[in-house]
């Protein structure tokens, strides 16, 4: 069974009520063994102590340096950890955790026998409730029903993960008759919602903070050592970090080549940050999730550089930075 996907790229505001997502660009890293929890608390950000009762988390995988691999929602399946996150960022984290992994009790792998999807919209719960005896929701984000594993996603939009076998996948698709889209409009969501959302060209560029880490529960400063821990820390109490991640939106009609925002400064232009992801619509609108100073505000002119007409305001984003 084939699955068509809309091969259209609407900007948010034309995107339908309900819909499904094909996150043909987004896996997950594995783990399982008697010490996956164990091990995975001496590598990642986030407390992996505190899954049992939150069930989902979102953490960071850092390099000795405390530069970021890869971000992670991080929930399990039946008895694995599942590190969900874009293909892109995977082979490194992938292999920095087979790389200590060996002498722990832990099995870590890719899921290529897994698929993923998602629905997103106003009745996108109801919608789960017509094909799964149960959904999760705010109190308990993860559920498993029979094969399928459903993740609830709090945000401005309604979001659902259902993970499958690759094999299942299809046939659950098609009995929800909703219009299917490419990975590229779950990037849109992502920007939106402030979600980083890391490309091979963008990991060991960051430290978490600068990808608001610490805005989304996604850092724990009590947990104890753990891969970059030192920098990280660092970060936060003696006030080091100068940067942050923002989401942008404006009207871009040329390819962007060089992911740069610039910043004008008199009648000049400089270097403001780099562009982590973007998101092009059909109809011209641009939406960016971009690294730029901390102090960046409204009333900063910013552009893509080289695109002299690219006029770029912030998007206001669902958190504050100085949540922990």
Same mark, same amino acid.
């Given at each position: ?33 008697? +010490?996956?929890?164990?091990?995975? #608390? ?26 970021? &691999?890869?971000? &992670? ?5 039946? #008895? ?15 292999? +920095?955790?087979?790389? &200590?992994? *060996?002498?722990?009790? *832990? %099995? ?7 698929? &993923?999807?998602?629905?997103?919209? %106003? ?27 459903? *993740? ?11 993970? +499958? ?11 929800? +008759? ?50 970059? #821990? ?49 998101? #092009? ?9 971009? *690294? ?33």
């Amino acid at each position: 069974m084939t699955i068509a996907i809309e091969s259209t790229k609407p900007s948010l505001a034309n995107l339908p009520n309900n819909y499904l997502i094909s996150l043909q660009d987004y896996s997950a890293i594995s783990l399982i063994g008697e +010490e996956q929890s164990k091990y995975l #608390q001496g590598q990642v950000t986030c407390d992996v102590n505190e899954l049992e009762q939150k069930s989902l988390l979102h953490g960071a995988h850092c390099n000795a340096k405390g530069k970021v &691999f890869s971000c &992670f929602r991080l929930f399990n399946r039946e #008895q694995q950890h599942l590190l969900f996150q874009p293909k892109a960022t995977i082979e490194s984290s992938l292999s +920095e955790l087979k790389k &200590f992994g *060996v002498f722990a009790k *832990v %099995e870590i792998s890719s899921t290529d026998n897994l698929a &993923f999807i998602a629905i997103v919209g %106003e009745q996108a719960g109801e919608h789960l409730k017509a094909k799964f005896a149960q959904i999760p929701d705010s109190l308990s984000p993860v559920v498993q029903v029979g094969t399928t594993t459903l *993740v609830y996603l709090a945000g401005e939009l309604t979001r659902y993960l259902i993970i +499958e076998e690759s094999e299942n996948i299809n046939a659950i698709i098609s009995t929800f +008759e909703l219009p299917v889209f490419s990975s590229d409009i779950w990037n849109l969501l992502e920007i939106t919602e402030g979600i980083p959302a890391l490309t091979m060209q963008t990991e060991n560029e960051y430290v978490p903070q600068m990808l608001n880490m610490q805005a989304i529960h996604g850092i724990s400063f009590t947990k104890g050592c753990y891969l970059g #821990q030192e920098t990280v820390a660092r970060m936060q109490y003696l006030g080091k970090n100068k940067k942050a991640l923002f989401a942008l939106s404006g009207e871009n009609t040329e390819e962007i080549t060089k992911p740069i925002i610039e910043k004008q400064l008199g009648e000049n232009w400089r270097k403001a940050g780099d562009i982590t992801t973007f998101y #092009q619509a059909d109809d011209n609108q641009c939406y960016i999730q971009a *690294v730029l100073t901390s102090d960046t505000d409204s009333s900063t002119q910013l552009r893509i550089k080289d695109h002299s007409a690219s006029s770029l305001s912030i998007i206001d984003l669902p958190y504050t930075l100085n949540e922990e």
